[in-house]
């Protein structure tokens, strides 16, 4: 059984700062790709920034600039870092990562619950 545990959500001023972590546990053998998506009321998930085990990255075009994300292989743990945040960048930020189980043959693809942030003066 693969989990993805995310924290770090929380209500932040417009400007103000936020770091995301989503740790991945089980019977992992490898982990690929790694991402962070959103989810604002009444409208379709989408992908807020995503990273490769080599460690490339790409991001929406909304974020670029002020989202930095990052992962730590050994902890299989991937982070959102989250500097001058505006009130459009509320929403519920999911963890996804892509990863290969213990005698598993094939990559699937796991979900975090997801965290609330709230950017709100």
């Known amino acids: 059984q693969v989990q993805l545990v995310e924290s770090g959500g929380d209500l932040v001023q417009p400007g103000g700062s936020l770091r995301l972590s989503c740790a991945a546990s089980g019977r992992i053998w490898s982990v690929n790709d790694m991402a962070w998506y959103l989810q604002a009321p009444g409208k379709e998930r989408e992908l807020v920034a995503a990273?490769?085990?080599?460690?490339?990255?790409n991001y929406a075009d909304s974020v670029q600039g002020r989202f930095t994300i990052s992962r730590d292989n050994a902890k299989n743990t991937v982070y959102l870092q989250m500097n001058s945040l505006k009130p459009e960048d509320t929403a519920v930020y999911y963890c996804y990562a892509r990863l290969l189980t213990v005698g598993e043959r094939y990559y699937r693809t796991y979900w975090g619950q997801g965290t609330q942030v709230t950017v709100s003066s």
């Open positions: 990273i490769t085990s080599g460690g490339s990255t």
